[in-house]
């Protein structure tokens, strides 16, 4: 089955820097990427997606990227602000199947 | 999400008994999972239906059950074969396979 690797575990940036974490992934069938913020005692919250017939795609200050060969993909944060504090989660799957595989999450904490 | 809503927030077990968690959705979705959640993991699928009256087992649904008469709901049933119920427990919904899943803001579910 499809398992999802997710780097770091944790990660502390100050305010109004950048913040990457990456994730790679096994099956070379997966196809459906999305990125989960949860905060705490929440749900996570789906913040971008990506499918693999695209190589990045932006909102705002969030971005992702991937990499179909290396079967890896990134989330980019910039300009991070404390709101941004959370566990962020990647996720993968494939066409047809109804089952995600996570990542097992990253702590980012925004210094002020 | 307000769409989907998890009930109650917080359920104590005592030990040998069944306890149901409660997943109602407004969203018109398909599709709804149940998924676990223990600290420093990420998400594992226990259940999954997308469709009334079928449903199928994730990674982990031993020890849990599940019924989905209603579009609305999908409750979740953790009997006493499950040793270890201690965890966080998140219900989410999609239009379909492969598409976005979102969650609800889960139960956590405590052992006496």
């Known amino acids: 089955g499809e398992n999802v690797e997710q780097h770091p575990s944790t990660l502390s940036v100050q305010e109004g820097d950048s913040a990457v974490i990456k994730c790679t992934y096994s099956?070379?069938?997966?196809?459906?990427f999305p990125w989960y913020k949860q905060e705490l005692g929440k749900g996570p919250q789906l913040i971008i997606d990506?499918?693999?017939?695209?190589g990045e795609k932006k909102d705002q200050r969030i971005a992702v990227t991937l990499n179909k060969t290396a079967k890896h993909f990134s989330l980019h944060i910039t300009e991070t602000q404390p709101e941004d504090s959370a566990v962020y989660f990647c996720?993968?799957?494939?066409?047809?199947?109804?089952?995600?595989?996570f990542g097992t999450g990253t702590r980012l904490t925004i210094i002020p | 999400d307000g769409g989907i809503t998890q009930s109650p927030k917080y359920l104590f077990r005592k030990e040998g008994q069944n306890v149901t968690l409660s997943c109602e959705q407004n969203?018109?979705?398909?599709?709804m999972y149940w998924y676990r959640q223990d600290p420093g993991q990420g998400l594992r699928l226990i259940y999954y239906?997308?469709?009334?009256?079928?449903?199928q087992k994730g990674d982990i649904a031993e020890g849990y059950s599940v019924s989905r008469e209603k579009k609305e709901s999908f409750p979740l049933t953790v009997t006493s074969a499950q040793k270890n119920p201690t965890a966080f427990y998140l219900c989410?919904?999609?239009?379909?396979?492969?598409?976005?899943?979102?969650f609800g803001d889960g139960t956590r579910l405590s052992i006496l």
């Open positions: 239906s997308q469709i009334v009256n079928d449903f």
């Open positions: 989410a919904t999609s239009r379909g396979r492969n598409q976005p899943q979102h």
């Open positions: 996720a993968a799957s494939m066409q047809g199947n109804e089952k995600l595989t």
């Open positions: 969203l018109n979705h398909d599709a």
């Open positions: 990506i499918r693999s017939n695209v």
């Open positions: 099956d070379s069938a997966s196809n459906y």
